[in-house]
């Protein structure tokens, strides 16, 4: 399956920021803060968009599930909650914080399991059917992605040549 077929983007963009040192999603990268780098490429790949843990004009904002502020995991669980109520085959998320993302990624990672990118693993599609599995791990106190992605056994895919994550300001002039 590619674009068309019931898949929900979801932008992480709820973390404090702390090594960054202030509102990363915010911060300029060729003239485009991060957010809009992110909201830019993942909108054309997929069907609808939600932006969690943030608001950002134009994009629907969902709150991390069960409660704001637990990182990433509150917000796939959240976005994939969304995709079942709303009838979505799978949610493909990125992070705000991941430079540049591939304008393929429903074809690289496929939509028929649960794959991430091998470093970048918050690049991942995750099948609706995995909400009931994503909420226990979360209410049990999961809150490491990658721990979750090796315990159901997700295909890790590799990371695009000059991919990486911004984690600090001197991170986005070694992109440059």
């Given amino acids: 399956m590619t674009?068309?077929?019931?898949?929900l983007g979801a932008?992480?963009?709820?973390?404090?920021?702390?090594r960054f040192g202030s509102d990363k999603a915010l911060a300029l990268f060729d003239g485009k803060t991060l957010i809009d780098h992110a909201i830019d490429a993942l909108r054309p790949q997929v069907?609808?968009?939600v932006l969690c843990g943030r608001?950002?004009?134009?994009?629907?904002?969902?709150?991390?599930?069960?409660e704001p502020g637990i990182g990433p995991m509150g917000a796939i669980n959240a976005a994939l909650h969304r995709a079942v109520e709303q009838g979505f085959h799978g949610v493909l998320s990125v992070p705000v914080d991941v430079l540049p993302l591939p304008d393929d990624l429903c074809e690289r990672l496929g939509t028929d399991r649960l794959a991430c990118f091998d470093q970048q693993f918050l690049v991942a599609f995750w099948p609706a059917r995995l909400?009931?599995?994503?909420?226990?791990?979360?209410a049990e106190g999961g809150l490491k992605p990658a721990r979750?992605?090796?315990m159901l056994g997700a295909a890790?895919?590799?990371?695009?040549?000059?991919?990486?994550?911004?984690n600090r300001p001197g991170d986005l002039e070694r992109l440059r």
Avoid: S
């Fill in 47 to 49: 069907d609808a968009l």
């Fill in 148 to 150: 979750l992605l090796d």
């Fill in 156 to 166: 890790r895919v590799p990371d695009p040549i000059g991919i990486a994550n911004v």
């Fill in 11 to 18: 932008i992480i963009a709820g973390g404090k920021a702390q």
């Fill in 3 to 7: 674009r068309g077929a019931g898949i």
């Fill in 55 to 66: 608001d950002h004009a134009g994009v629907e904002r969902i709150d991390d599930r069960p």
């Fill in 131 to 138: 909400a009931g599995e994503v909420e226990r791990f979360v």
